[in-house]
């Protein structure tokens, strides 16, 4: 239940707090004053579309904040704690917030949260109804909707299961007629790949060989250069041992530097440490010199060889540049390896088409079993909904009204079924049930989309209804009618309705006023909660324009009094 309103800058309101009564709360005053501000606010709190236009201007943000009071057990409670919300001394209080830009934000037990979250709550808190809601119950997917919200737990296993037969069949029948349809063009694809796979298969390239053929071809074609670099540097190490006369080399230089050292070592530990580190620096260069003569003779100019690895080359470039994008022999082999899975599925097209030929007549099956199931549902719950709604109509001033709802199955499959809805209404007896935006009056409509609601009511039963101006179009006695309803659909729930007619507002608990005021630049709404004499005054002047006709006044009293006696 909602126990209080908080609005700032929206629309004409500048600012106005709504405390809100368990029972049943009406909200009236002049044209223009602001009364469907107080309805958008709650619209916003649950959820409702931001629109930067109901920024009140010159304020930067519209910001309505309500407190709720909740079950404390029940599933509201956990999904605020699980958004990291907490509630203050059992009431959960909710905030949203629209800047004249256009950013929204909406906060649930204090934590910053997404406006979805306030939308799956909704479900569980309130039921908002306008005259946009009439509008799209005119509409047969709106029509279908409704008897399914109607029709409740018994529809929706068959319904579960009818959605997944349909998602399936509608996914094999695309994989049917992708494979048929496309059959030429799948095998010149498998064809393309036979292709490919058998030109790399012959080539049989393996990991790596590029990298290393480019290394092979590199020292084959330097050989003569690589071989006399190695015989120059062992020569400057060891010298030629083929010379007439021995000339310096490093290994005899470090030898006679080693030697100068080692006579006066023992005079000097320094100096021993170097000499120590000259004889390791002979000994390496030995080393390196050994290992140069042994690589001088394994390098050997071969032209064969070399001919054979650029030929080799010039097959994996090829490759590359035909199957991996002229990257790297890798990109090839991956090629490869996507390609033959790909070729095994088109090879397997024609078992794999009978197997989706079985498996689809198998689900067509389903599907109009499943449909089938659905429309006996449907029927059986549009014969109960026909019955409530019109015993609601009766209440409603419209004794001799009937209201059927037409469930006719189409044979074509869609996401819900294949039944077609309509709601049809015959005002008079004797006269054909027509829809209901051929058969009803504005006044008439008015009444049948109430009694709807009231059906929903109590076959899907919230905390919180609120009505704007459902009463639009109806007068007179249909009007005393329908305050009279909402006044017993109060007993059950809290009750919020936003309306022009002085009968209804007279069945109010509470009875809330929407006032103006205008200081010649800015018009400011408030809303004020009336007591006894405040309401008289209202009345009367819904009834007769004027606050103090006395013509008025009585009416007014009379209207109270009665509703009373209804109480």
Do not use: C
Request: no cysteine; hydrophobic share 40%.
């Amino acid at each position: 239940m909602v126990d209080e309103v908080r609005i700032q800058g929206l629309g004409v309101i500048d600012e106005a707090v709504l405390d809100l009564s368990p029972g049943f709360n009406v909200v009236t005053g002049e044209t223009g004053a602001g009364k469907t501000m107080v309805v958008t606010s709650l619209g916003l709190l649950f959820g409702g579309r931001a629109d930067p236009q109901r920024v009140r201007p010159g304020a930067e943000r519209a910001t309505v904040e309500g407190r709720i009071a909740v079950d404390p057990g029940g599933r509201v409670v956990g999904r605020v704690e699980e958004a990291g919300g907490e509630l203050d001394d059992g009431a959960l209080i909710v905030t949203r917030s629209v800047s004249a830009e256009g950013r929204s934000r909406a906060y649930l037990g204090g934590r910053s949260v997404p406006v979805s979250l306030l939308i799956n709550l909704a479900d569980d808190l309130v039921a908002v109804h306008g005259q946009s809601d009439q509008q799209r119950l005119l509409q047969a997917g709106r029509q279908r909707g409704a008897l399914d919200r109607y029709a409740g737990d018994a529809l929706t296993k068959p319904l579960r299961a009818y959605t997944s037969a349909y998602e399936r069949h509608r996914q094999v029948t695309a994989l049917l007629e992708e494979l048929t349809t496309r059959s030429r063009e799948r095998e010149q694809e498998a064809e393309r790949l036979r292709f490919g796979l058998e030109e790399i298969e012959k080539v049989d390239p393996k990991p790596g060989e590029d990298v290393e053929l480019a290394t092979e071809e590199e020292r084959l074609g330097h050989a003569d250069a690589l071989r006399g670099a190695a015989d120059t540097a062992h020569e400057a190490l060891l010298g030629d041992p083929s010379a007439a006369f021995e000339a310096a080399n490093v290994v005899s230089l470090l030898g006679t530097a080693r030697n100068a050292l080692d006579a006066v070592r023992d005079h000097d530990p320094d100096l021993a440490a170097l000499a120590d580190r000259l004889a390791e620096a002979g000994y390496l260069v030995s080393d390196v010199a050994t290992d140069l003569a042994a690589y001088a003779e394994s390098v050997d100019a071969d032209p064969a060889r070399l001919a054979v690895v650029q030929e080799r080359r010039a097959e994996l470039t090829a490759l590359t540049r035909k199957y991996g994008g002229g990257e790297s022999l890798e990109e090839v082999l991956e090629w490869a390896r996507g390609s033959a899975e790909r070729l095994t599925d088109l090879e397997g097209d024609d078992d794999r088409i009978e197997q989706l030929r079985a498996e689809h007549a198998e689900l067509s099956g389903r599907l109009e079993a499943e449909a089938a199931e659905l429309t006996a549902v449907r029927t059986a719950a549009a014969e109960r909904f026909s019955a409530a709604v019109t015993e609601e109509l009766t209440a409603l001033a419209m004794p001799h009204a009937r209201v059927e709802v037409a469930v006719a199955p189409t044979g074509e499959y869609g996401p819900h079924g294949a039944d077609e809805v309509e709601v049809r209404l015959a005002p008079h007896p004797g006269s054909p049930p027509l829809p209901l935006h051929k058969g009803a009056s504005g006044g008439e409509l008015s009444r049948v989309m109430l009694a709807i609601e009231v059906v929903f009511a109590g076959a899907d039963p919230v905390p919180t209804f609120v009505f704007d101006e459902v009463d639009a179009g109806v007068g007179g006695k249909a009007a005393v009618e329908i305050g009279r309803r909402l006044a017993r659909l109060a007993r059950n729930a809290q009750v919020i309705v936003v309306t022009h007619l002085p009968q209804v507002a007279a069945f109010a608990d509470q009875h809330l006023l929407v006032e103006k005021s205008d200081d010649g630049t800015v018009t400011r709404s408030g809303v004020t909660a009336l007591d006894r004499e405040g309401r008289v005054r209202e009345l009367s002047r819904m009834l007769a324009g004027l606050e103090d006709s006395e013509l008025g006044r009585a009416h007014a009293e009379e209207l109270l009094e009665l509703a009373a006696e209804e109480k």
